[in-house]
C-alpha cells in the first residue's frame, strides 16, 4: 500500500537528509516535490495545500536552523504532519451495553460483507469477544448465502431470517444475541449501485429502531477522492462513526486515506490490507505515517506474531538459538510460525531501514513450500545434524520430495550461512552493516 507515495516522499528526504544545511531555498525544493507525489497520489488539492504549508512553515522555524541535524529534524516535521492528517491518534471502536451493535453501510462493491466477517474474526482472535453477523441485505441476491458461507468459514454464528422486514431482523438478532451470551452484533446492511433515499431510509429506520453503539461506513480505497463525496453525503442522513478502507493491498494511490479525516472529520477505524480473512487491521494514523515514510512498522509486525506464533515454541527455538543448537528441525518450525504472520513480502516492508531492493523483491509461496518438502523429506536424524547430508543421502532426499540436489545443495548452505550469523550475534558482531 502507498508504494509509489512512499517512494517519491522517500526520494525528496533522502534529498533533504543530504544537505549539510537547510536554508529556504532547498525547503521549497523539497516540499515542491512532496506536493507533486501527494497530488499524483489523488490527495485532495486543498489537503495538500494546506499539508505543505505546515510542513514550510514549521520547516523554516528556529528550532530546525539551529538543529544539529536539521535534515532529521525535517522528516520529523513531515512524519508529524501527515500522522496529523491521518487522524492524529488512532480511533477505537466505541462500545456499550453488552451486546454493543455494530451497523456497517456501504455501496455495492465496497467489499461490505466480506469486511464484516473479516472484522468478526478480529474481534474475536484480538479482544476474545463473542460476535454474532446479522444477515440485512435482503436484496442483493445471494448475499446472505454469501455471509453464511463466511460465518461457516470463520465458525462464527449468522443470523438470520430470509428477505423479512430488515428493522425486525435487527430487534430480534438482538434479543437473541441477548438469550445466548453473544457480546458483538455486527449488521452487515444492503449496499447500492449508488445512494440513493430508498437505501438511505431503510438505514436510518435501523438506526432509530435500537441503539447503534457504530455506524461503520465501507470504502473501497480505489474510489479515490471520490471517497470523500459518498462518506459526505452518507453522513449527512446517518450519524457515521468512522470509515473502514478497504482495498488497501491492490494498485491504489492512497488518496483517498490522506484526504478523508481531514475533510470529513470521520475517522478511518480499520483498513483492508489483504483478501484473506485475517487481512483487516485497526488503523494508526502513527504507524501509517512511518510505512509512507520507509520506517517500518514495529508494533503491527509484533502484534501480528504475538497473535498467530506459538510463545512456547518460539521460547524453546530462541533457546536453542542462544545455545548454538539450532537444526533444520528448529528451522522448519520457525519457518512454519512465520508463515502465519502472511506473506513474508509485507514483513520486510515493516522492517525499519530495510533497503529498497529488498522491499521491492518477490518472494513465491512455493519456494517455502519447496524448502518444506526438502526437510521432510530427511530422517529425523538428518534433520538434526544436518552436516551428514552427503551425496548418496542427497540423492534419496532429491527423489522423496522431487525436487533437484542443486536445490539441496542451495538450502543446506543458506542454512549454514544463517548459523554462522546468529553466531555472530550472539558474541555481539553485527553480521550487516546499518
Known amino acids: 500500500m502507498f508504494e509509489s507515495l512512499g517512494e517519491r516522499l522517500q526520494n525528496a528526504v533522502n534529498k533533504i537528509k543530504g544537505y549539510g544545511k537547510i536554508s529556504e531555498d532547498n525547503i521549497s525544493e523539497v516540499t515542491r516535490e512532496i506536493r507533486l507525489a501527494l497530488l499524483e497520489a489523488d490527495v485532495n488539492y486543498t489537503v495538500v495545500k494546506e499539508f505543505i504549508a505546515n510542513v514550510k512553515e514549521k520547516a ?32 477505537p471502536l466505541y462500545t456499550s451495553g453488552n451486546p454493543s451493535v455494530l451497523m456497517l453501510a456501504g455501496l455495492q462493491g465496497s467489499g461490505k460483507t466480506t469486511t464484516i466477517g473479516k472484522l468478526a474474526l478480529l474481534l474475536r482472535k484480538k479482544y476474545k469477544k463473542n460476535p454474532l453477523l446479522v444477515a440485512c441485505d435482503v436484496y442483493r441476491p ?87 463525496n459518498v462518506i459526505t453525503t452518507f453522513n449527512e442522513k446517518l450519524p457515521l462513526t468512522g470509515a473502514i478502507l478497504t482495498k488497501l493491498d491492490g494498485d491504489t494511490r492512497g488518496g483517498a486515506a490522506l484526504s478523508i479525516r481531514h475533510l470529513t472529520n470521520i475517522p478511518i477505524k480499520f483498513i483492508g490490507v489483504s483478501e484473506k480473512m485475517d487481512g483487516l487491521d485497526e488503523f494508526h494514523p502513527d504507524r501509517m505515517a512511518q510505512r509512507i515514510l520507509g520506517m517500518g512498522d514495529l508494533m503491527t509486525m509484533i502484534e501480528k506474531a504475538e497473535a498467530v506464533i506459538d510463545q512456547d515454541e518460539a521460547a524453546k527455538t530462541a533457546k536453542r538459538m542462544q545455545e548454538g543448537k539450532f537444526d533444520l528441525e528448529d528451522f522448519l518450525s520457525t519457518m512454519k510460525q512465520i508463515k502465519k504472520l502472511g506473506p513474508l513480502e509485507s514483513l520486510i516492508k515493516m522492517i525499519p531501514g530495510v533497503p529498497k531492493e529488498a522491499k521491492n523483491v518477490k518472494i513465491d509461496p512455493k519456494d517455502m513450500a519447496h524448502i518444506e518438502a526438502i526437510i521432510l523429506s530427511m530422517t529425523p536424524y538428518e534433520r538434526r545434524h544436518p552436516e551428514v547430508i552427503k551425496n548418496t543421502r542427497k540423492q534419496r532426499i532429491s527423489k522423496g520430495c522431487a525436487r533437484s540436489v542443486e536445490e539441496i545443495n542451495r538450502l543446506l548452505k543458506q542454512f549454514e550461512e544463517m548459523k554462522t550469523m546468529m553466531k555472530q550475534l550472539k558474541n555481539g558482531k553485527m553480521p550487516f552493516k546499518m
Request: hydrophobic content about 45%; cysteine-free; proline content about 2%.
Open 60 to 91: 523554516l522555524g528556529e528550532e530546525v536552523a539551529k538543529s544539529l541535524k536539521p535534515g532529521e529534524m525535517f522528516v520529523k516535521i513531515l512524519k508529524d504532519e501527515l500522522v496529523e492528517l491521518l487522524g492524529g491518534e488512532q480511533a
Open 142 to 228: 445471494a448475499a446472505i448465502d454469501q455471509l453464511k458461507t463466511i460465518g461457516k468459514e470463520l465458525n462464527i454464528e449468522v443470523y438470520s431470517e430470509g428477505k423479512k422486514n430488515p428493522v425486525e431482523i435487527v430487534k430480534n438478532a438482538i434479543n437473541y444475541a441477548k438469550e445466548n451470551h453473544f457480546n458483538y452484533v455486527l449488521i452487515d446492511t444492503a449496499g447500492r449501485l449508488h445512494i440513493d433515499d430508498e437505501l438511505m431510509d431503510e438505514l436510518k429506520n435501523i438506526n432509530e429502531a435500537i441503539k447503534i453503539d457504530e455506524i461503520l461506513l465501507v470504502i473501497d480505497a480505489l474510489t479515490g477522492q471520490d471517497a470523500v
